[in-house]
């Protein structure tokens, strides 16, 4: 297993134009979380998939963001009309289903939004 | 509100010496704490998990305590190494599934 794979790696996009990014988590976990992050500060929880439900959304993720796990695999995070105001790095992350135990990052999909 | 607290300036240490990184919080009971570390343009990498009802943990150079009066998390590395540079964030757990970051603490270790 190579660990959680995120791509692309970098997106950069015109204002108003959707995106569509695809995470990869590690295969034996049912966890799935992603994530944003702008320059200087920490990972801001967006979104938590258990398996192929999501059970949480951040108040953070307005209605231009949708995220998809559809067979409990693969999650895909879509944001609709781009904002500039969205260019951040979009960390995926997963685990085992365990409240005590620690997430596997990807390397993050950076987006700049022109 | 609930907060996280990390020191917001850089670290800056001589090659050598222990660094100290600190997490405060407010208006949270963590069941667990972690720090992990985060290199430029990369994910965060795990590095520790602490629980409430623990006070301390080693791993190799690397020592966590956890206070959950002082509502504080205090991280330190020995003899470090200019290696060690890095961001170092500390994330709270309440529980479920929701684990909380701070801003991260840069740390510069020099040869």
């Known amino acids: 297993d190579t660990g959680v794979s995120q791509d692309p790696r970098h997106k950069i996009t015109k204002r108003g134009q959707n995106v569509t990014f695809r995470c990869d988590p590690i295969s034996e976990h049912n966890r799935l979380y992603w994530y944003r992050q702008t320059l200087g500060q920490g990972p801001e929880f967006l979104t938590y998939?258990?398996?192929?439900?999501?059970?949480?959304k951040s108040r953070l993720l307005s209605d231009r963001f949708s995220a998809e796990r559809p067979k409990g695999s693969f999650s895909t995070l879509e944001i609709q009309r781009t904002e500039q105001g969205d260019s951040a790095m979009y960390l995926c992350a997963s685990s085992h289903d365990r409240a005590d135990t620690e997430a596997f990052f990807g390397q993050g999909t950076r987006l700049t939004v022109v | 509100s609930q907060k996280i607290e990390q020191n917001s300036e850089a670290l800056n240490i001589q090659e050598g010496k222990t660094a100290t990184l600190t997490c405060n919080y407010t208006n949270y009971s963590p069941a667990y704490l972690q720090w992990y570390r985060q290199d430029p343009g990369r994910g965060p990498v795990f590095l520790l998990l602490?629980?409430?009802?623990?006070k301390e943990k080693r791993k190799e150079r690397l020592k966590v305590t956890f206070d959950t009066t002082l509502k504080q998390s205090l991280f330190h590395i020995t003899a470090s190494q200019p290696a060690d540079s890095a961001t170092y964030l500390c994330a709270l757990n309440t529980g479920g599934f929701k684990t909380i970051f701070g801003a991260g603490t840069r740390l510069f270790v020099k040869a």
């Open positions: 602490i629980r409430e009802n623990e």
């Open positions: 998939f258990q398996n192929e439900a999501q059970l949480e």
